[in-house]
């Protein structure tokens, strides 16, 4: 049997001696290395041959002659089947009555014998089939206890051997598992020294609590499903620990708080209720048998999540995943696009926050600056701030100082040159995966086999978290020129290396940026076309890998041309050397420019424009980008309905308890309620309106368990409206109130103001012969909000019942008081309205542009444009989920097209001509048989002085109590 031995001066598993550049082979299966003469080969397989090392054949061997056995037991378990098949088949011959009933031949002793033998073997067969099967194990110590109690009862109950229990060893031990225990699966006495080893390495008592406790800490407080997880997680914990003998570690009483602070606040109470009504200190086993009822109602309620399986990680190498930059989508980070850095800071800034990508990291925009876990400060110029060092701004004084130099200095000549040779050069850089412990980072690697030293970009080691002695490194190139700095001794993992890398950190190592592109490298070099290196563009390296690491640099194989040369080493594919192209013109062209003549022209060129070229899109600020971004991305058609996500400031809004405070104006708004039952009565019918119509929805207990995200209690309140004769009440939110300074809309954007001209919208609604005039009904309703944003809009109600808690209720749909309800509704309103742009143009221009929030005014030359136009505005509502009604114009024939239903049905007044009647629009009042437009105004609180003088203008003696008139004017 061969067994391998630790090198400690190379990689090669049979002997002591360092690697060799040429002579060591990888096994395909174990992924170890070897020296060619150690593994008796004369010469190294090549890339398309598969070579397996000597261990690994033993193994194969050994489980082929295993399968050998397992197939003749299952032939000699055939066998025995069909003898029983034969031997019931006789019996039942010989047991056969004739058709009196009577027996007509006794099986003998013999044969009943046998059948009851056969029969005990079948049911011995298939008990022992069903134990065979052991659940899966690849290390993880918190699925020891059960692995570990299957193994025992099932070889207990099935009577199974060393060697049937190693062919199931085989089959169920994946990853770190199978690896500790390989070298002992040779032999089927080695069962019991299997088990011993797999209990020292991985079910050690400590280990198991610590993994168990960490899946409790990973569940996230804000989850949907974190009491069934909390339950899930704990109950797992107290079984193994019990089963471990090891109730100690029940009795965390820091772990049961932490565990309460993770819960929905009604049940932390009922928690605090239990604890006060015990006298003996809880446990994690009383805690678990108590969480367990909520646990199975809110699993009842909640809808069924969809199985996600897990797969096992096998480190591979030449398998990365690439990151794209945000900017211009290739694979590198933004911190390394060359685009981004010519970008002024100030237009960094603004690319970040239109992205809302951190300013700290320049990573991820799931998080904000101030909750990064990158550490550092900027340091330039003494800056102490937190952000990235690529947006750090001059002060006014240092640029003072630099202005100052400029011109002690005089003009400047800058001399741009461009090359552009026959070869093109490619460097020795491969794609990496490095890690420091659960941190993983795709990233970039240059072979330098001229540099003795390994360095790490700074950046990318704050990154990953790295931490290490820091002192000071000197770095020294051609012509004794030297560079120094303080650097960080750091060490970290590179994926699929077995062992750590130990380097030095640098800022900003400016390594060269490359791109490959394999398909036309391997059309223009054919012998290069089978080599399995992804593609990458303008990728730039964060790690220079010299000497020090010599054996990730050395070569495994090497493939050559008439070309680029292609390396494999232990990191993979590697492609460099001069790429030559015989189509490329070999030119250099040298530009001077003169930078105060060129500041010359730009002025002149500058005033030159100035008032002539017109802007096609006025600039928007960060929050309006961020607003018409929502809405690009939320605003949805669904079932008749248009459904919108609320315009957040920030991504991770956090808002505070506002339940007592909704509950509070409740009962304020109730106590007023009690004085006017009329007002009462209009109250409660109003919430139930609200539900019937789908407006509002009552939660059901298991939604309020849930932790939700983003939950916001808004107190109501009623107003009336004194322009409506009579004063009509309606039920207004109150948005704005503010707890601990933070109310709803202080989290909410206004959003982009797409709302039209009122003079303008006015002016064109008499400028046809024929006008009309409608509005939508209760149009913030017809608006859906997205299910995530709806637990924002909570509310309390009881109908006045002060006896009872009160319910609790979500508002559905866009809310009045809400801050971005009118941006939204008019980006609703205009979005449906272009989807019917090619099909019926006209009408979906007159939504767009002669609608002033929820009215619509227009105008018309003739009868059947009107009617045609007006039918269509109608329709294109309609398939919105808008109903528009109240029209009036002055044109019956019009009217008489439409349905009863969408004609204004009242009439106003007016006092000084008891024939006439107005309609008002838009706060005016047009009177549609005389075709007037007046207005309204009262004068009752000015005094007697100056009322006459108004008065004494226009040649009028009237009393101040009969001044509240109509003023008209002729169009």
Not at 50 to 62: A, D, E, F, G, L
Not at 221 to 233: E, F, G, L, Q, W
Not at 236 to 241: S, T
Not at 406 to 414: A, K, Q, S
């Amino acid at each position: 049997m061969i067994r391998f031995v630790e090198n400690q001066n190379g990689n090669c598993r049979l002997c002591s001696e360092p690697d060799h550049k040429q002579d060591m082979v990888e096994c395909d299966d174990c992924d170890r290395w070897f020296h060619i003469g150690c593994v008796n080969l004369t010469v190294a397989p090549t890339a398309e041959e598969k070579w397996i090392c000597p261990k690994c054949v033993q193994i194969q061997q050994r489980l082929a002659s295993l399968e050998i056995s397992a197939r003749k037991k299952d032939e000699q378990i055939k066998q025995q089947l069909d003898a029983m098949d034969k031997l019931m088949a006789t019996m039942k011959g010989q047991c056969s009555t004739s058709s009196s009933g009577q027996v007509t031949n006794q099986p003998t002793d013999r044969s009943f014998t046998q059948t009851v033998s056969m029969s005990s073997d079948w049911t011995i067969y298939l008990k022992r089939q069903s134990l065979t099967t052991l659940p899966r194990f690849s290390g993880a110590s918190k699925d020891w206890p059960k692995f570990k109690k299957t193994f025992h009862d099932t070889t207990a109950e099935g009577g199974f051997s060393n060697l049937e229990n190693l062919n199931r060893l085989e089959q169920v031990l994946k990853g770190d598992a199978y690896k500790t225990v390989q070298q002992l699966m040779i032999n089927s006495e080695n069962v019991p020294k299997i088990i011993e080893k797999l209990e020292e390495c991985f079910g050690r008592k400590d280990l198991v609590y610590k993994e168990l406790l960490n899946d409790l800490r990973r569940i996230k407080k804000d989850s949907r499903t974190v009491v069934p997880d909390i339950s899930d997680a704990l109950d797992n914990m107290v079984v193994n620990m019990e089963a471990l003998g090891q109730k100690e570690y029940l009795r965390d009483h820091r772990l049961i708080e932490e565990i309460i602070e993770k819960l929905p606040y009604t049940i932390q109470v009922k928690w605090v209720e239990v604890i006060q009504s015990n006298t003996s200190i809880p446990t994690l086993n009383d805690l678990n048998k108590w969480l367990l009822p909520h646990s199975r109602i809110a699993r009842m309620m909640q809808k069924s999540n969809n199985s996600v399986s897990t797969t096992e990680r096998k480190p591979r190498v030449n398998v990365h995943q690439t990151m794209k930059c945000a900017l211009c989508s290739a694979s590198h980070r933004l911190f390394q696009c060359k685009n981004f850095k010519q970008m002024k800071t100030l237009e960094r800034r603004e690319f970040l926050a239109k992205k809302g990508i951190c300013f700290k990291c320049l990573n991820s925009n799931d998080h904000i600056m101030r909750n990064c876990s990158m550490k550092g400060i900027c340091g330039i110029d003494g800056c102490n701030k937190e952000h990235n060092r690529l947006l750090h701004q001059r002060s006014e004084y240092k640029r003072n100082q630099d202005t100052a130099a400029d011109v002690r200095r005089g003009p400047e000549e800058t001399t741009n040159i461009h090359r552009q040779r026959k070869e093109h050069l490619y460097y020795q850089i491969v794609p990496i995966t490095v890690q420091n412990g659960e941190r993983m980072i795709d990233t970039y690697a240059f072979l330098d086999t001229g540099s003795s030293v390994t360095l790490l970009d700074e950046r990318m080691a704050n990154m990953l978290e790295l931490e290490g002695k820091v002192d000071p490194l000197t770095l020294k190139w051609t012509q004794d020129c030297l560079k120094s700095c303080s650097s960080k001794r750091v060490k970290f993992w590179i994926k699929g290396i077995g062992k750590p890398v130990m380097a030095r950190t640098m800022h900003d190592l400016n390594l060269p940026i490359q791109t490959v592109d394999m398909e036309q490298i391997a059309k223009n070099y054919p012998y290069l076309k089978d080599i399995p290196l992804q593609d990458y563009k303008e990728a730039q390296p964060t790690l220079l890998i010299g000497l020090d690491n010599s054996e990730l640099l050395s070569a495994i194989k090497t493939v050559k041309g008439n070309g680029p040369m292609a390396v494999k080493t232990r990191l993979g594919w590697v492609i460099y050397g001069k790429e030559y192209n015989i189509n490329r013109q070999d030119y250099t062209m040298v530009i001077q420019e003169e930078q105060e003549m060129s500041k010359m022209m730009q002025r002149y060129f500058s005033i030159d424009d100035f008032g002539v070229k017109l802007v096609e899109k006025l600039p928007r600020s960060p929050e309006e980008e961020r607003a018409q971004q929502i809405l690009d991305n939320t605003i949805k058609l669904k079932d008749n309905r248009y459904e919108v996500g609320l315009l957040w400031k920030t991504k991770d809004v956090q808002f505070p308890d506002s339940y007592h405070t909704a509950l509070r104006r409740l009962v304020i708004m109730e106590n007023k309620l009690k004085q006017d039952e009329k007002l009462k009565d209009w109250a409660i019918n109003t919430f139930a309106d609200y539900v019937k119509k789908g407006y509002a929805r009552k939660l059901a207990h298991s939604e309020l368990i849930n932790a939700v995200p983003r939950t916001y209690y808004l107190p109501h309140f009623i107003v009336h409206n004194q322009n409506k004769i009579p004063p009509k009440p309606r039920l207004v939110f109150d948005a704005a109130s503010k707890i601990n300074g933070v109310s709803f809309n202080s989290n909410l954007l206004s959003g982009p103001d797409a709302t039209t001209s009122l003079v303008g919208v006015l002016l064109r609604f008499r400028e046809g012969r024929i006008a009309v005039c409608g509005d939508i009904q209760e149009m913030f309703h017809q608006v859906k909000i997205k299910p995530e944003d709806q637990h924002a809009q909570r509310f309390l109600w009881r109908d006045c019942e002060n006896n009872r808690e009160p319910d609790v209720y979500i508002m559905e749909v866009m809310i009045f008081g809400s801050t971005c309800s009118p941006s939204c509704a008019q980006a609703v309103k205009n979005k449906n309205a272009a989807a019917f742009m090619e099909s019926k143009p006209k009408a979906a221009l007159a939504i767009e542009k002669q609608h002033y929030v929820d009215d619509y005014l227009d105008s018309f030359t003739n009868i059947r444009e009107a009617t045609a136009i007006t039918k269509d505005v109608i329709d294109i509502h309609q398939h919105g989920g808008f109903f528009i009604r109240n029209f009036i114009s002055n044109s019956k024939e019009l009217l008489s097209n439409l349905s009863s239903d969408r004609i204004q049905s009242t009439d106003i007044k007016l006092i000084e001509d008891k024939d006439s009647c107005a309609e008002k629009v838009l706060g005016v009042y047009w009177n549609t048989k005389l075709d007037l437009i007046g207005y309204r105004l009262s004068l009752k609180k000015l005094s007697n002085e100056r009322v006459m003088l108004p008065l004494r203008l226009i040649g009028t003696k009237t009393r101040q109590s009969d001044i509240a008139r109509s003023w008209v004017l002729r169009l």
